[in-house]
C-alpha cells in the first residue's frame, strides 16, 4: 500500500470511530509504529487530525468567511449533481424557498428552464435574475440588508417577511453539520437567525451541503437536527454518520 492510500484509509477509521490508536494502526497496515507516528504527524500539519497519547483523534474544521464569489467556483460537478437530485424533490405547484447558498445557484439554474408552475421565494438575488424569461414560475424576492459578501438580504426585515409564508419545500445551505453535538451551523449570524426562520415557516426542509461539511464546524447555531427531514449531497456519508442519520429519522439522499 502506498502512503498516500495509507493516509487515506487512516481518515477513514478516523471518520468511522472518531479516533485511533497507533498500536492498532501499525498491525492493520503492517509497518511500524514509527512509521504510523509519522503519517499522523503528517496529517495534523494539514489540520485533519490532533494527535494524542498513543493515537489521534478527528480534528473538526472552523470553516471562516467565504464569499459567495469564492463558493461558486468551486466543487461546481459536486453541486451540480446535488442540484440534480433537488430537483427530483420539487413538484408542480409547490412553494420552495432557496436560500442563499452556492447549490442553491446550481438548482436555480436548473430549475430556469423547466416548465412547471411553481412559486419561488428566495433571498438571493442572483437567484431571482435567472428567472426573467420563464412564465411558469413565480419569484418573491425577499428584502432586508443586502450582505455583498453573502449575496443575500438577512436581517430583521428579511425575517419577518419569512414569517409571512407558508413554505411546502425550502433547500438550505449549510457550513457544517455536526453529528456528535447535535447542530447545524454558519458563518453569519444574522444569516443565521435568517435559516432559522425559513426552517420555522417551511413543511418540509432539506439541507443540501457537499459530503465533507459533515467534518466542518461554524461560529452560528442555527438548528438541531431533529428539526429537518433531509441531507441531500453528493456521496454516502461514512457509517457512522449514516446511522446516526437514521436514528433521528433523518433521510439522506445522494
Same mark, same amino acid.
Given at each position: 500500500?502506498?502512503?498516500?492510500? *495509507?493516509?487515506?484509509?487512516?481518515?477513514?477509521? &478516523?471518520?468511522?470511530?472518531?479516533?485511533?490508536?497507533?498500536?492498532?494502526?501499525?498491525?492493520?497496515?503492517?509497518?511500524?509504529?514509527?512509521?504510523?507516528?509519522?503519517?499522523?504527524?503528517?496529517?495534523?500539519?494539514?489540520?485533519?487530525?490532533?494527535? $494524542?497519547?498513543?493515537? /489521534?483523534?478527528? !480534528?473538526?474544521?472552523?470553516?471562516?468567511?467565504?464569499?459567495? &464569489?469564492?463558493?461558486?467556483?468551486?466543487?461546481?460537478?459536486?453541486?451540480?449533481?446535488?442540484?440534480?437530485?433537488?430537483?427530483?424533490?420539487?413538484?408542480?405547484?409547490?412553494?420552495?424557498?432557496?436560500? /442563499?447558498?452556492?447549490?442553491?445557484? #446550481?438548482?436555480?439554474?436548473?430549475?430556469? #428552464?423547466?416548465?412547471?408552475?411553481? $412559486?419561488?421565494?428566495?433571498?438571493?438575488? *442572483?437567484?431571482?435574475?435567472?428567472?426573467?424569461?420563464?412564465? @411558469? =414560475?413565480?419569484?418573491?424576492?425577499?428584502?432586508?440588508?443586502?450582505?455583498?459578501? &453573502?449575496?443575500?438580504?438577512?436581517?430583521?426585515?428579511?425575517? #419577518?417577511?419569512?414569517? #409571512?409564508?407558508?413554505?411546502?419545500?425550502?433547500?438550505?445551505? /449549510?457550513?457544517?453539520?455536526?453529528?456528535?453535538?447535535?447542530?447545524?451551523?454558519?458563518?453569519?449570524?444574522?444569516?443565521?437567525?435568517?435559516?432559522?426562520?425559513?426552517?420555522?415557516?417551511?413543511?418540509?426542509?432539506?439541507?443540501?451541503?457537499?459530503? !465533507? +461539511? @459533515?467534518?466542518?464546524?461554524?461560529?452560528?447555531?442555527?438548528?438541531?437536527?431533529?428539526?429537518?427531514?433531509?441531507?441531500?449531497?453528493? +456521496?454516502?456519508? !461514512?457509517?457512522?454518520?449514516?446511522?446516526?442519520?437514521?436514528?433521528?429519522? =433523518?433521510? =439522506?439522499?445522494?
Amino acid at each position: 500500500m502506498f502512503t498516500e492510500e *495509507r493516509l487515506n484509509e487512516i481518515l477513514k477509521l &478516523l471518520r468511522e470511530d472518531g479516533k485511533v490508536l497507533v498500536k492498532n494502526l501499525s498491525e492493520t497496515f503492517g509497518v511500524s509504529e514509527g512509521m504510523i507516528r509519522k503519517d499522523l504527524q503528517k496529517l495534523e500539519k494539514e489540520g485533519l487530525l490532533k494527535r $494524542t497519547y498513543g493515537g /489521534a483523534i478527528l !480534528e473538526r474544521k472552523i470553516v471562516y468567511d467565504d464569499s459567495i &464569489l469564492y463558493r461558486l467556483a468551486k466543487n461546481i460537478d459536486r453541486k451540480n449533481g446535488i442540484a440534480n437530485i433537488a430537483i427530483n424533490l420539487i413538484e408542480e405547484n409547490d412553494v420552495i424557498f432557496l436560500d /442563499a447558498s452556492s447549490i442553491n445557484y #446550481s438548482i436555480a439554474a436548473m430549475l430556469s #428552464s423547466i416548465s412547471k408552475k411553481l $412559486t419561488l421565494i428566495t433571498n438571493m438575488n *442572483r437567484i431571482a435574475i435567472m428567472f426573467d424569461n420563464n412564465p @411558469f =414560475i413565480n419569484v418573491i424576492c425577499i428584502g432586508g440588508i443586502y450582505n455583498k459578501n &453573502l449575496g443575500a438580504t438577512i436581517g430583521s426585515v428579511a425575517i #419577518s417577511e419569512i414569517e #409571512s409564508y407558508r413554505i411546502n419545500k425550502s433547500f438550505i445551505g /449549510a457550513g457544517g453539520i455536526n453529528i456528535e453535538n447535535n447542530f447545524i451551523s454558519n458563518i453569519d449570524l444574522d444569516e443565521a437567525m435568517t435559516k432559522k426562520a425559513i426552517i420555522k415557516n417551511s413543511k418540509n426542509i432539506y439541507i443540501v451541503m457537499e459530503n !465533507e +461539511k @459533515f467534518y466542518t464546524d461554524c461560529f452560528y447555531k442555527f438548528s438541531k437536527l431533529e428539526e429537518i427531514n433531509a441531507i441531500i449531497t453528493d +456521496k454516502k456519508p !461514512e457509517d457512522n454518520i449514516m446511522n446516526k442519520l437514521i436514528d433521528k429519522e =433523518i433521510s =439522506i439522499i445522494y
